[in-house]
């Protein structure tokens, strides 16, 4: 094994699948997490992801292939590499009838080298300071998820899985696990690797997504603030002050009229000469917007409009 450096990736799926009678579950899934990333898993019902994340933990066996969590290989060396990893599948279980701080208590006795000072950094770091000494019977659903984080990081792992952590939480308990989820990527240096059906937050909170249908990785894309995702060429419309001469103008970039402005497939340093051969024509250009498709509307193009889950 090649000791790992702080760039290299956090885990390694290779070639993962999963076979089940003659039904391919997961078909030979290959994808890289980098450090302090959070990494959404999208994909429809029966996709493969609560699949790809239970053989991730080691709650089920993979047909062939490996993941490597920080050099560990999760097939022939377990214990070593789920060292590196914390998760939450579905929801946190908690004893309810004992304190937040209670329960970090009791479970930090089950790893060598969690002190009381961790345990308070985690409390604050999940916002649950105030709350912690309350009976887990008396939180919310959203701070239980809250102290299910708190539980899973306490020792420092390289890797946080959650699956669906959203599921149930309305919409102040989501923004607020979104915002934690990347302080935790930001302050803690963790690699977070969330699935979830909402692809309105996994656009707000993922830092890159990897799309999966029928047990198939069919794409991974970074989100960027202002950054297209869809390709090299992007919808670019152009407000000028005579958009029918306009188009006429840039026929041969395939110009077209829409929302009385024109739109144009180009890229970065084409816009600016566009821009430029519409100054030089005599028009007045008011504007340029990028047209972005939301990943919702990528989402649905490249899985046929099936439903997410």
């Given at each position: 094994?090649?000791?790992?450096?702080?760039?290299?990736?956090?885990?390694q799926?290779?070639?993962?699948t999963?076979?089940?009678?003659?039904?391919?579950?997961i078909?030979?899934?290959?994808?890289?997490?980098?450090?302090?990333?959070?990494?959404?898993?999208?994909?429809?019902?029966?996709?493969g992801k609560?699949?790809?994340?239970?053989?991730?933990?080691?709650?089920?066996a993979?047909?062939?292939?490996?993941?490597?969590?920080r050099?560990?290989?999760v097939?022939?060396?377990?214990?070593?590499?789920?060292?590196?990893?914390?998760?939450?599948?579905?929801?946190p279980?908690?004893y309810?009838?004992?304190?937040?701080f209670?329960n970090?208590?009791?479970y930090?006795?089950?790893?060598?080298g969690?002190t009381?000072?961790?345990?308070?950094?985690?409390?604050?770091?999940?916002?649950?300071?105030?709350?912690?000494n309350?009976?887990?019977?008396?939180?919310s659903?959203g701070?239980?998820?809250?102290?299910?984080v708190?539980?899973?990081?306490?020792?420092?792992?390289s890797?946080?899985?959650?699956?669906?952590?959203?599921n149930?939480?309305?919409?102040?308990?989501?923004?607020?696990?979104r915002?934690?989820?990347r302080k935790?990527?930001?302050?803690?240096g963790?690699?977070?690797?969330?699935?979830?059906?909402l692809?309105?937050?996994?656009?707000?909170?993922?830092?890159?997504?990897a799309?999966?249908?029928?047990?198939k990785?069919i794409?991974v894309?970074?989100?960027?603030?202002?950054?297209?995702?869809?390709?090299d060429?992007?919808?670019?419309?152009f407000?000028?002050d005579r958009?029918?001469?306009?188009?006429?103008?840039?026929?041969?970039n395939?110009?077209?009229?829409?929302?009385?402005a024109?739109?144009?497939?180009?890229?970065?340093?084409?816009?600016?000469?566009?821009?430029?051969?519409?100054?030089?024509?005599?028009?007045?250009?008011?504007?340029?917007?990028?047209?972005?498709k939301s990943?919702?509307?990528?989402?649905?193009?490249?899985?046929?409009g099936?439903?997410?889950?």
């Amino acid at each position: 094994m090649v000791n790992p450096t702080p760039n290299d990736p956090v885990v390694q799926l290779k070639n993962v699948t999963k076979i089940i009678g003659r039904r391919t579950i997961i078909d030979h899934v290959t994808l890289d997490l980098p450090p302090a990333e959070v990494f959404g898993f999208l994909g429809p019902n029966g996709s493969g992801k609560t699949t790809t994340i239970r053989m991730m933990v080691g709650l089920m066996a993979m047909t062939d292939g490996d993941v490597i969590i920080r050099g560990h290989s999760v097939r022939t060396d377990f214990e070593k590499a789920i060292r590196h990893v914390g998760a939450i599948v579905e929801n946190p279980e908690m004893y309810k009838y004992l304190t937040g701080f209670q329960n970090l208590l009791h479970y930090s006795r089950m790893v060598p080298g969690i002190t009381r000072q961790r345990i308070d950094e985690v409390v604050e770091l999940v916002g649950l300071t105030a709350r912690i000494n309350d009976k887990v019977k008396t939180y919310s659903l959203g701070m239980r998820q809250r102290l299910g984080v708190a539980q899973a990081i306490m020792h420092k792992p390289s890797l946080l899985i959650l699956d669906e952590p959203t599921n149930g939480l309305d919409p102040a308990g989501i923004r607020e696990l979104r915002d934690y989820l990347r302080k935790l990527a930001k302050d803690e240096g963790i690699t977070v690797f969330v699935s979830s059906h909402l692809l309105s937050e996994m656009e707000l909170m993922c830092d890159r997504v990897a799309i999966i249908q029928a047990g198939k990785l069919i794409d991974v894309r970074s989100i960027r603030q202002g950054v297209p995702l869809a390709s090299d060429l992007n919808r670019v419309l152009f407000d000028v002050d005579r958009p029918d001469e306009a188009v006429k103008l840039l026929a041969d970039n395939g110009a077209m009229l829409e929302q009385g402005a024109v739109l144009v497939n180009a890229d970065r340093e084409s816009i600016a000469r566009i821009n430029a051969a519409l100054v030089s024509a005599g028009h007045n250009v008011y504007g340029i917007r990028v047209l972005n498709k939301s990943l919702e509307e990528q989402f649905l193009e490249m899985t046929g409009g099936e439903s997410v889950v």
